[in-house]
């Protein structure tokens, strides 16, 4: 049992830094503010949950396991609400937009 | 608005959920231990009682039923966008069409519409810029990203777990 737990840990480990690298990857070639934002919440979800994840197979004590758990949900609720605040600054700071696609709210500022 | 609610009702259900969140982070469960949890628990049940945060805002147990369904869902749409917006980022010529669109919202309360302003937002792809009364300013990395938010499903789902008992 212990081995099959370590190769589904290391699996879970490996594909959520996979995903890590990408929102830094999209980081680093996205255009603007409002896209890079973009990239950084396949950090903070997938990337961030597959981790802790992976970790949670690695647990011996439950206490241990259940304070993951926690990580996991404070996470969840507060990751939206920081990329939000950074976001609704940037629009309010009139942050240049790089466009492409035609505008739909362009007198809504 | 806020729904009215039996505020002794919120506040046993308050207790009873920082009860349970103490019992899991304690690890000692001896009386003497034990005791000094409920003192606690009902301490800060009594505070927050006396700051009158005690409403169906502040101790949302009523969406407890609805969220079983909904979060289940939001997390297979989450893992959905992430590998959408891993391939676009990843493509040699990026697949990127950033656009502003705003998304009428069908919720009741202000707790709602936050609910669905925090999915669109935890949803790698599109981030909520601003809530305004009943629409929500949104920017979306792609043309199909923000197509798909305007058709509307995560809001009937997010009504429907607000509508829920």
């Known amino acids: ?109 | 608005m806020i729904l009215k609610k039996n505020p002794l009702q919120l506040a046993i259900g308050l207790f009873i959920l920082l009860f349970i969140l103490w019992l899991l982070s304690s690890g000692h469960y001896t009386t003497l231990i034990i005791s000094f949890g409920v003192f606690s628990c009902a301490l800060v049940v009594f505070l927050s009682w006396k700051m009158e945060i005690i409403d169906s805002e502040g101790v949302p147990i009523h969406l407890i039923g609805g969220a079983i369904r909904y979060v289940p869902w939001l997390i297979w749409q989450i893992i959905l966008a992430n590998i959408d917006v891993t391939k676009r980022v990843l493509q040699p010529k990026m697949d990127i069409t950033p656009q502003l669109i705003e998304v009428e919202t069908s919720q009741k309360t202000d707790l709602g519409r936050v609910i669905y302003a925090n999915s669109i937002t935890l949803t790698p792809g599109t981030v909520s810029i601003q809530v305004h009364e009943d629409r929500i300013l949104v920017h979306a990395i792609a043309k199909e990203v923000a197509e798909e938010l305007q058709k509307g499903e995560m809001d009937r789902r997010v009504t429907r777990m607000e509508g829920l008992s």
């Open chain 1, 1 to 109: 049992m212990a081995p099959v737990l370590d190769i589904a840990s290391w699996v879970l480990l490996i594909s959520g830094s996979f995903f890590v690298i990408v929102g830094g990857i999209g980081l680093l070639r996205l255009p603007d503010f409002y896209t890079r934002v973009h990239a950084a919440s396949i950090t903070d979800t997938v990337g961030a949950w597959l981790i802790i994840l992976g970790l949670l197979l690695q647990v011996e004590h439950t206490l241990v396991g259940i304070k993951l758990i926690m990580i996991l949900l404070f996470l969840i609720l507060t990751s939206p609400l920081s990329s939000h605040a950074l976001t609704k600054a940037a629009y309010y700071r009139e942050t240049p937009m790089f466009r492409s696609g035609p505008d739909q709210t362009e007198d809504d500022r």
